[in-house]
């Protein structure tokens, strides 16, 4: 069975760094994706970054490109995602997600992740 443990979140005040982390384990597929996810109150989940384990592409959304970076240690079957300059706009619960039998680039996708963390809750506030 596929499962997903984020951890690394918290407060920070604006302009700050987070680092999230998710282990994951259970896969049976070699070719797949892990996502970020978030979900702030009254908004729906949006994909933040993906990478995927064949073409180690990763994909972003606009709003964090140039501030966020997603990589992954296959040793620790870990990925991470580093978030530099948050902003208040960037609270939210983060969740991390797998998607298995992936062979392309990964897509930034709700439907396309068929396993999910518990979230984490990163608030960004002064």
């Known amino acids: 069975q596929l499962q997903l443990v984020e951890s690394g979140g918290g407060l920070v005040q604006p302009g700050g760094s987070l680092r999230l982390s998710c282990a994951a384990s259970?896969?049976?597929?070699?070719?797949?994706?892990i996502g970020w996810f978030r979900q702030a109150p009254g908004k729906e989940r949006e994909g933040i970054s993906c990478?995927?384990?064949?073409?180690?592409?990763?994909n972003y959304a606009d709003s964090v490109k140039g501030r966020f970076t997603i990589s992954g240690d296959n040793t620790k079957n870990t990925v991470y995602l580093q978030m530099n300059s948050l902003k208040p706009e960037d609270t939210a619960v983060y969740y991390c997600?797998?998607?298995?039998?992936?062979?392309?680039?990964?897509?930034?996708?709700?439907?396309?992740?068929?396993?999910w963390g518990q979230g984490t809750q990163v608030t960004v506030s002064s």
């Open positions: 997600a797998a998607a298995q039998n992936v062979f392309g680039r990964c897509l930034l996708s709700v439907a396309a992740f068929g396993s």
């Open positions: 259970g896969f049976t597929s070699g070719s797949y994706a």
């Open positions: 990478i995927s384990s064949r073409l180690r592409s990763t």
